[in-house]
């Protein structure tokens, strides 16, 4: 982990697309908007939504884990079509991005998240806390995550994760 | 209404007793009642039976040691160089917890409380200030420590799954399982190693019979789950059996996929069926690993479930936290001489599976309903009735036969 003396040198432009990617990020998935979702990631992307328990231990098993583009557009497609859930908000709140290091022109950033979730008739209730790992590449299309880990510290997920992270 | 309020307020309780169609029906108060709830904690979780705690593969080493949970009695699963030991992670002394992490490895086990001492297999090796200080205090002259180990459970290992009981008088684990049920078990766990592949958690808001039906109960699985319709993993025209083992208490279920009677006509026929195309196919293709086209959902009572889907392999364990809450723990596992296609395989096809997945998700979402409404409406009686009245194993999924035999069971321990 770097620190702020050795944090590598971002430039203004980058850190401003940063802030965008981000920010629709967020929205898109706070918007439930599955549709648009896969359009964040590389063709050669990772994608998972993984305890910190697994993580740590080096094992490889996660509650969602898209090898590929292919597989988060499935994601989307299954989610939207192939299940049944009781209807929910979700609120995502970001915290502490910073980027890491630079490596070959691909940022790898780290940010805190808690996930909010407004489940029908109850209260809200916390259903992730965790932190990002992403790696996020410049394209045509403007900056995409070629890698994103969302790292979640609960022990258990109350119920059901229903949507992307 | 017609009378006064004080006419038909009951002046006691409901009796809470089974209906008298007995085992077709199933009465809703059983899924919130709080003194049920504990009697089933007791004699069932912490009586005769034999529970799964993880596997051998998790605790590869003399002294690597993992915590598990057998209903609300945390227990420890540790190597020491005989082999596997399982004990209360509860200090002979005081009764306060030993072991606070879920994994690590360790020499002794020390209870942070008071520093007292037990050796890998539970035997207490050292008291601290035994003799006291400057010759006040201390423990008596007679105190024995070999009276004072920690509580020992029976241990079963079977093909590097590990499984242990509170009792004495419970049958050997083989026994307790049937033939048909360690065939099941063994055609997945034939002593070639197991590599742990990683856990899931969740807790789902429901009664732990709730979720327990819901995995014998092959009925619900090609209509609630349109993901299996879809993409034919799972379907109503398959060859399905759906046995019962050992008067109710296991039940093991298996379907051949590829096998259909018919013309597919069945499938037509559910509402919600329609093609679609997933990108990446391997989430969903069957590797035929095993030789004989099958995928097998076997229970243990009380709180094993083991899977093979397609190529996951699972045990789901079932931890019930409070009457209405239930902590349900998946161990995902492939074998050590995988290669990296079946491991890809096995991670891919594990979307399907927990809180996550795309068939369990269902499942969590619907029991949360339903435990609303048993609790709410907790007088009410459920109907079990699909594949006839009786408790013989049948060769369909349009049955209910499994949870019919449960009950069979669980009344005849209960005395209900």
Same mark, same amino acid.
């Given at each position: 982990?770097?620190?702020?003396?050795?944090? @590598?040198?971002?430039?203004?432009?980058?850190?401003?697309?940063?802030?965008?990617?981000?920010?629709?990020?967020?929205?898109?998935?706070d918007?439930?908007?599955?549709?648009?979702?896969?359009?964040?990631?590389?063709?050669?992307?990772?994608?998972?939504?993984?305890? #910190?328990?697994?993580?740590?231990?080096?094992?490889?098993?996660?509650?969602?884990?898209?090898?590929?583009?292919?597989?988060?557009?499935?994601?989307?497609?299954?989610?939207?079509?192939?299940?049944?859930?009781?209807?929910?908000?979700?609120?995502?709140?970001?915290?502490?991005?910073?980027?890491?290091?630079?490596?070959?022109?691909?940022?790898?950033?780290?940010?805190?998240?808690?996930?909010? +979730?407004?489940?029908?008739?109850?209260?809200? #209730?916390?259903?992730?806390?965790?932190?990002?790992?992403?790696v996020?590449v410049r394209?045509?299309?403007g900056?995409?995550?070629?890698?994103?880990?969302?790292?979640?510290d609960?022990?258990?997920?109350?119920?059901?994760?229903?949507?992307?992270? | 209404?017609?009378?006064?309020?004080?006419?038909?307020?009951?002046?006691?309780?409901?009796?809470?007793?089974?209906?008298?169609?007995?085992?077709?029906?199933?009465?809703?108060?059983i899924?919130?009642?709080?003194?049920?709830y504990?009697?089933?904690?007791?004699?069932?979780?912490?009586?005769?039976?034999?529970?799964?705690?993880?596997?051998?593969?998790?605790?590869?080493?003399?002294?690597?040691?993992?915590?598990?949970?057998?209903?609300? #009695?945390?227990?420890?699963v540790?190597?020491?160089?005989?082999?596997?030991?399982?004990?209360?992670?509860?200090?002979?002394?005081?009764?306060?917890?030993?072991?606070?992490?879920?994994?690590?490895?360790?020499?002794m086990?020390?209870?942070?409380?008071?520093?007292?001492?037990?050796?890998?297999?539970?035997?207490?090796? %050292?008291?601290?200030?035994?003799?006291?200080?400057?010759?006040?205090?201390g423990?008596?002259?007679?105190?024995?420590?070999?009276?004072?180990?920690?509580?020992?459970?029976?241990?079963?290992?079977?093909? !590097?799954?590990?499984?242990?009981?509170?009792?004495?008088?419970?049958?050997?684990?083989? +026994?307790?399982?049937?033939?048909v049920?360690?065939?099941?078990?063994?055609?997945?766990?034939?002593?070639?190693?197991?590599?742990?592949?990683?856990?899931?958690?969740?807790?789902?808001?429901?009664?732990?019979?709730?979720?327990?039906?819901?995995?014998?109960?092959?009925?619900?699985?090609?209509?609630?789950?349109?993901?299996?319709?879809?993409?034919?993993?799972?379907r109503?025209?398959?060859?399905?059996?759906?046995?019962?083992?050992?008067?109710?208490?296991?039940?093991?279920?298996?379907?051949?996929p !590829?096998?259909?009677?018919?013309?597919?006509?069945?499938?037509? +026929?559910?509402?919600?069926?329609?093609?679609?195309?997933?990108?990446?196919? +391997?989430?969903?293709?069957?590797v035929?690993e095993?030789?004989?086209?099958?995928?097998?959902?076997?229970? *243990?009572? @009380? !709180?094993?479930?083991?899977q093979?889907?397609?190529?996951?392999l699972?045990?789901?364990?079932?931890?019930?936290? %409070?009457?209405?809450?239930?902590?349900?723990?998946?161990?995902?596992?492939?074998?050590?001489?995988?290669?990296?296609?079946?491991?890809?395989?096995?991670?891919?096809?594990?979307?399907?599976?927990?809180?996550?997945?795309?068939?369990s998700?269902?499942?969590s979402?619907? *029991?949360?309903?339903?435990?609303?409404?048993?609790? %709410?409406?907790?007088?009410?009686?459920?109907?079990?009735?699909?594949?006839?009245?009786?408790?013989?194993?049948?060769?369909?999924?349009?049955?209910?036969v499994?949870?019919?035999?449960?009950?069979d069971?669980?009344?005849?321990?209960?005395?209900?």
């Amino acid at each position: 982990m770097n620190d702020s003396n050795t944090a @590598p040198c971002i430039s203004d432009e980058l850190e401003r697309d940063l802030r965008h990617l981000y920010e629709d990020y967020t929205d898109t998935v706070d918007s439930q908007d599955l549709e648009t979702w896969p359009s964040y990631f590389t063709e050669d992307c990772l994608y998972q939504v993984i305890s #910190r328990e697994n993580h740590e231990a080096g094992l490889p098993h996660a509650t969602i884990h898209c090898v590929g583009l292919a597989m988060v557009r499935d994601r989307a497609l299954a989610t939207r079509e192939c299940t049944v859930y009781e209807p929910r908000y979700l609120r995502h709140f970001l915290q502490r991005l910073r980027v890491t290091d630079i490596v070959n022109e691909e940022a790898h950033v780290r940010g805190g998240f808690l996930l909010i +979730e407004s489940v029908s008739d109850e209260a809200p #209730r916390i259903l992730l806390t965790g932190h990002y790992l992403d790696v996020v590449v410049r394209t045509p299309e403007g900056l995409k995550f070629r890698q994103r880990l969302c790292v979640y510290d609960n022990f258990r997920i109350h119920n059901s994760l229903v949507f992307p992270v | 209404m017609t009378q006064g309020i004080s006419t038909v307020l009951p002046s006691s309780p409901v009796k809470r007793g089974w209906p008298e169609e007995g085992i077709t029906r199933v009465p809703a108060w059983i899924y919130s009642d709080p003194d049920l709830y504990r009697r089933e904690l007791n004699e069932f979780f912490g009586g005769d039976s034999w529970n799964f705690v993880g596997l051998e593969c998790e605790v590869p080493e003399v002294g690597s040691f993992k915590r598990a949970w057998i209903a609300d #009695r945390q227990v420890i699963v540790v190597r020491d160089a005989d082999g596997i030991n399982v004990v209360e992670n509860r200090c002979s002394h005081r009764g306060g917890a030993i072991v606070w992490q879920n994994k690590g490895k360790t020499k002794m086990l020390t209870c942070p409380y008071h520093q007292w001492g037990f050796d890998l297999k539970g035997n207490c090796r %050292g008291v601290s200030l035994k003799r006291g200080v400057h010759g006040e205090g201390g423990m008596p002259e007679d105190f024995d420590m070999e009276k004072h180990g920690l509580c020992k459970l029976r241990v079963a290992c079977v093909g !590097g799954s590990i499984w242990a009981t509170f009792s004495g008088t419970v049958p050997p684990f083989e +026994e307790y399982c049937g033939p048909v049920a360690m065939q099941r078990l063994t055609r997945l766990m034939p002593g070639r190693s197991l590599r742990m592949l990683g856990q899931s958690r969740q807790l789902i808001p429901c009664n732990w019979k709730l979720y327990f039906e819901n995995t014998r109960d092959p009925y619900h699985g090609t209509l609630l789950h349109t993901f299996f319709i879809t993409f034919g993993l799972y379907r109503a025209d398959s060859r399905h059996v759906t046995a019962p083992q050992q008067g109710g208490m296991h039940s093991v279920n298996f379907a051949a996929p !590829g096998e259909r009677k018919g013309d597919g006509s069945i499938t037509r +026929e559910l509402k919600r069926f329609r093609d679609i195309k997933l990108n990446d196919m +391997e989430a969903v293709q069957f590797v035929d690993e095993y030789g004989d086209g099958e995928m097998t959902a076997m229970q *243990l009572f @009380p !709180g094993a479930f083991v899977q093979q889907h397609a190529n996951i392999l699972a045990i789901r364990t079932i931890i019930p936290k %409070g009457v209405g809450e239930t902590e349900v723990d998946w161990t995902y596992f492939g074998y050590a001489d995988d290669d990296e296609k079946m491991q890809r395989i096995r991670l891919k096809q594990a979307n399907l599976l927990g809180p996550s997945g795309f068939v369990s998700m269902d499942d969590s979402e619907l *029991l949360k309903q339903m435990q609303n409404q048993v609790a %709410g409406y907790h007088e009410s009686i459920g109907v079990v009735e699909m594949g006839g009245r009786d408790v013989k194993p049948q060769v369909t999924m349009a049955t209910e036969v499994g949870i019919r035999a449960f009950y069979d069971f669980y009344r005849h321990r209960l005395g209900l």
